[in-house]
Each structure stands twice: as structure tokens, then as C-alpha cells.
């Protein structure tokens, strides 16, 4: 266990930072913007995962960290709210993005924190959810805008169930500490990186 809490230790730290820095060098420095919030949370997150107080332990030994689904169930949608309203310049249709964000995340917190076969049945709701996210982006505007965000949620989102199924919560092919570092790579990709992408849009 101790490899992965390092993991997290260095991703609660790289989080705290870009917080602030959002928080200082934001476009609505004293409106607390999105790209904040989005860092805030996950550095709670990463907190909460180096404490180790919510896992499980998967059929085949390896430790899960559930409560990363949960966090992601309230930074998700905040960067689905920046892909809405900068590619289209309109949030109308936000809360159908929003459920389908919540839905997905929420049975991604259930199928990592059932580890009986049954955890199938929440990745493949957890699936068609997901899906619906993705052609309601597809179907968005095309515009110099969407090009540029919309691959953070075709790729970088998609990477996030490959990893999820190698991981103990899948088929166990990677062990904990490759998956807390792969999960790592991954927020650092579509959270901070798209954070900076998107303070330059707005």
C-alpha cells in the first residue's frame, strides 16, 4: 500500500498548488471559476486516498480506492460545464450533460465499491451512460472551440474505463500502484491541463 500513497501524497500536492495558482491567475480572480473548484476537489480527493479510510479489498487482493468516483461525481460535471458553455456559448442543454456526468461517475463508485461479480451490472450501466455523454458531445457545435475540447472527453475520458478494467476493480492486471499512477496521469491530463487550455478561451 505504501507505493500508491506516495502517489497520492504527490497528487494532493500538485493539486493544492494548481488550486492556488487558479485561484490567484484566473480570468475571475475573485469569482472562484471553475478550474478552482475542479483542482480543489481533486486534491481532496488525492487527501482522502493517501489516508486509505475508503477501500476495499478486491476478489483478487488488491486494495480500491472507491472514494476517487465519488470526487469525481463533483469535479466531472464542473469540467463538462466548461466544455458545454465554451464550445456552444450556451448552457441550455447543461443538465442533460450533468445527469449523464453523475450517472456515469456514480456507477463507477458502485461498480469499484461492489466487488462481487455484480459489479458488472453498475459498469454497464455506468457504459451506456458514458455513451450518452459521448453523443451528446458529438452532436454539439462544430467550432474552433469544440475541436479543442471535445478530445479531452473522446480520449482522455475514454482512458478512464481502460484503466478501471485492468485495474483491481477489473480484471486485476495492474496492481494498485500502477493504477493510482496511471489515474494520476490521467487528472493530470484532463483536469489541470484542461484547466490551463480553458482559461485561455475564456
Same mark, same amino acid.
Given at each position: 500500500?505504501?507505493?500508491?500513497?506516495?502517489?497520492?501524497?504527490?497528487?494532493?500536492?500538485?493539486? %493544492? %498548488?494548481?488550486?492556488?495558482? $487558479?485561484?490567484?491567475?484566473?480570468?475571475? #480572480?475573485?469569482? @472562484? +471559476?471553475?478550474? @478552482? !473548484?475542479?483542482? !480543489?476537489?481533486?486534491?481532496?480527493?488525492?487527501?482522502?486516498?493517501?489516508?486509505?479510510?475508503?477501500?476495499?479489498?478486491? /476478489?483478487?487482493?488488491?486494495?480500491?480506492?472507491?472514494?476517487?468516483?465519488? $470526487?469525481?461525481?463533483?469535479?466531472?460535471?464542473?469540467?463538462?460545464?466548461?466544455?458545454?458553455?465554451?464550445?456552444?456559448?450556451?448552457?441550455?442543454?447543461?443538465?442533460?450533460f450533468?445527469l /449523464?456526468?453523475?450517472?456515469?461517475?456514480?456507477?463507477?463508485?458502485?461498480?469499484? @465499491?461492489?466487488?462481487?461479480?455484480?459489479?458488472?451490472?453498475? !459498469?454497464l450501466?455506468?457504459?451506456?451512460?458514458f455513451?450518452?455523454?459521448?453523443?451528446?458531445? =458529438?452532436?454539439?457545435? #462544430?467550432?474552433?472551440?469544440?475541436?479543442?475540447?471535445?478530445? !479531452?472527453?473522446?480520449?482522455?475520458? =475514454?482512458? @478512464?474505463?481502460?484503466?478501471?478494467?485492468?485495474?483491481?476493480?477489473?480484471?486485476?492486471?495492474? +496492481? %494498485?500502484?500502477?493504477? %493510482?499512477?496511471?489515474?494520476? /496521469?490521467?487528472?493530470?491530463?484532463?483536469?489541470?491541463?484542461?484547466?490551463?487550455?480553458?482559461?485561455?478561451?475564456?
Amino acid at each position: 500500500m505504501a507505493s500508491e500513497i506516495i502517489v497520492f501524497q504527490i497528487g494532493a500536492m500538485i493539486f %493544492a %498548488a494548481s488550486s492556488v495558482v $487558479f485561484l490567484v491567475g484566473g480570468t475571475k #480572480k475573485l469569482n @472562484f +471559476d471553475t478550474e @478552482f !473548484f475542479i483542482s !480543489f476537489i481533486t486534491s481532496m480527493s488525492y487527501v482522502v486516498m493517501s489516508l486509505a479510510i475508503a477501500t476495499t479489498v478486491a /476478489l483478487g487482493g488488491g486494495t480500491i480506492y472507491w472514494s476517487r468516483w465519488l $470526487f469525481y461525481m463533483a469535479a466531472c460535471p464542473l469540467l463538462m460545464y466548461d466544455v458545454v458553455r465554451i464550445s456552444t456559448g450556451s448552457t441550455r442543454e447543461y443538465p442533460v450533460f450533468a445527469l /449523464l456526468t453523475c450517472l456515469t461517475m456514480f456507477n463507477g463508485f458502485l461498480a469499484s @465499491f461492489v466487488v462481487s461479480s455484480s459489479r458488472w451490472i453498475f !459498469f454497464l450501466f455506468g457504459s451506456a451512460a458514458f455513451i450518452g455523454l459521448l453523443y451528446m458531445v =458529438s452532436r454539439g457545435q #462544430k467550432n474552433r472551440a469544440s475541436k479543442t475540447l471535445k478530445p !479531452f472527453v473522446y480520449i482522455g475520458w =475514454s482512458l @478512464f474505463p481502460v484503466v478501471f478494467l485492468l485495474a483491481p476493480t477489473g480484471f486485476g492486471i495492474f +496492481d %494498485a500502484p500502477v493504477t %493510482a499512477f496511471l489515474y494520476l /496521469l490521467l487528472d493530470l491530463v484532463t483536469k489541470l491541463w484542461f484547466g490551463i487550455i480553458t482559461i485561455r478561451m475564456k
